[in-house]
Each structure stands twice: as structure tokens, then as C-alpha cells.
């Protein structure tokens, strides 16, 4: 009876290292699964900023030409430069033209239709038009402000 429980005693020791041997290539699996989780986690990010950065320069670069065709066009002399010249400020002054043309004749019939004056310019320059009038300034003068800051 002795020899048997020897027996079980020594098999069942045999087999401890197995089983624990078992749990830790458990562990260590999971461990290496989590790695490989936070490495596509962090080359994901990678590639956000990588994106990022290329948007910015791209956007930097694009100003630096637009600059630079800009000044190419103010050395050049001749009326065909002038009217090159001309062409972003003629459109603004055309549609600041229409737009107040616009917003003039809308003030006039709705006085005529009996609106009184502060609710008729309170339903012409409403939040949409107040947006559009803002963003043209921006673009005229604060570019330039900006400009002036970064000197």
C-alpha cells in the first residue's frame, strides 16, 4: 500500500511542472498579447500625428507659393500685370457692391410693407450675414494682423 501511494505521490510530483509550466505560458501569452495591442495602439497614434504634421506643412507650403506668386506678380510691369493685379480686389469690391445693393433694396421694401426700421435691420443682418460680413474682414485684415504678429 506504501509502494501505491509512493507511486501517486511521485506521479503527481512529476506532473506539478507541467501544470504550473502550463500557467505561465497562459500568462505569459496574454502578457505578449497586450504588448502587441499597445504597440498597433500607439503605431495607430504614430500615424495620426505623422498625418498631422503632413496636413500642416502642406498647408505651410501652399501659403509660401501663394506668397511667392504674389510677389512675382508685383514685379512684373505692364498693363497685363496691373489686371492681374486687379482681380481679387475688383471681385471683393463687386460682391461688397452686390451685397449692399442687396441688403439696401431688402431695407427699403420692408420699410415700404410698414416693418418699422430697428425690426427690419434686426431681420437683415441676422446671425448668417453678420458671419459672411465677418469672414471677409477677417480675410482682408487679419491675415495681415497675423502676419505683422509673426514679424
Known amino acids: 500500500m506504501l509502494a501505491v501511494i509512493g507511486s501517486l505521490i511521485g506521479f503527481a510530483s512529476s506532473t506539478v511542472p507541467a501544470i504550473t509550466g502550463f500557467f505561465a505560458d497562459k500568462s505569459e501569452r496574454a502578457h505578449e498579447l497586450d504588448k502587441i ?42 498693363w497685363i500685370s496691373s489686371m492681374q493685379r486687379s482681380v481679387r480686389p475688383v471681385i471683393t469690391y463687386a460682391f461688397f457692391i452686390l451685397f449692399c445693393t442687396i441688403e439696401i433694396t431688402l431695407l427699403i421694401e420692408a420699410i415700404n410693407t410698414g416693418t418699422n426700421f430697428a425690426q427690419a435691420i434686426n431681420l437683415l443682418w441676422d446671425e448668417d450675414t453678420k458671419a459672411i460680413f465677418a469672414a471677409v474682414i477677417s480675410f482682408w485684415f487679419g491675415s495681415r494682423a497675423i502676419e505683422k504678429a509673426r514679424k
Open 37 to 78: 495591442k499597445m504597440m498597433a495602439q500607439m503605431s495607430k497614434m504614430d500615424q495620426k500625428f505623422d498625418l498631422k504634421s503632413f496636413e500642416i506643412k502642406a498647408s505651410s507650403d501652399e501659403h509660401t507659393r501663394l506668397i511667392e506668386h504674389d510677389i512675382a506678380i508685383a514685379k512684373n510691369t505692364g
